[in-house]
């Protein structure tokens, strides 16, 4: 467990080694790109009262302008519920379709924000401050720039 701006993290270097998320690490100094993903119990949304929703509501909205004002904030999306979901698998060469989310979990993708911090620590320290983390999970994950179509796919695949 290591400590970054007095948040705890588990499982970063003691479960994957000390050289892990060295390619995160790698570009200090330089503003990185990380996605927060929110993920939260949908279905106890309707069950809370209208001033329980709007005072999540304005917390969220709240946290939105403070990464705005920071000039963290590059975008923001919120899903719809996952009872909206499609989910397409192909098997035997087939496209299967189903209707609704792929798994059953106590916790549903809601959404996830864009950020552009200095590093890591910055990133969770956004997390850390979600309105998310008090009821669900934020999970931050750098991200690639670019597509397979704009990058060298050899920077991903086993050397011959």
């Known amino acids: ?8 993290r588990h ?3 003691d479960e994957l080694g000390a050289d892990s998320g060295k390619d995160a690490k790698s570009l200090r100094g330089k503003q ?4 927060l993903l929110d993920y939260v119990g949908e279905a106890g949304w309707p069950q809370l009262t209208r001033e329980e929703q709007k005072h999540w509501l304005v917390a ?15 975008n923001t999306i919120g899903l ?5 979901a499609t989910t397409v698998r192909v098997a035997n060469e087939k496209p299967k379709v189903l209707d609704g989310p ?12 864009l950020i552009e911090v200095e590093n890591l620590d910055e990133a969770l320290a956004w997390a850390a401050r979600s309105p998310t983390a008090l009821h669900g999970v934020v999970e931050v994950r750098p991200i690639f720039e670019g597509t397979w179509l704009t990058v060298d796919i050899n920077d991903f695949i086993k050397p011959e």
């Open 1 to 8: 467990m290591s400590e970054c701006l007095g948040i705890e």
């Open 11 to 13: 499982g970063y270097e």
């Open 60 to 74: 969220y909205k709240a946290y939105m302008e403070a990464m705005t004002k920071a000039g963290v904030l590059k």
């Open 32 to 35: 990185m790109k990380y996605v």
């Open 102 to 113: 792929y798994t059953d979990s106590k916790e549903q993708l809601g959404g996830f924000h």
């Open 80 to 84: 719809q519920p996952t009872a909206t």
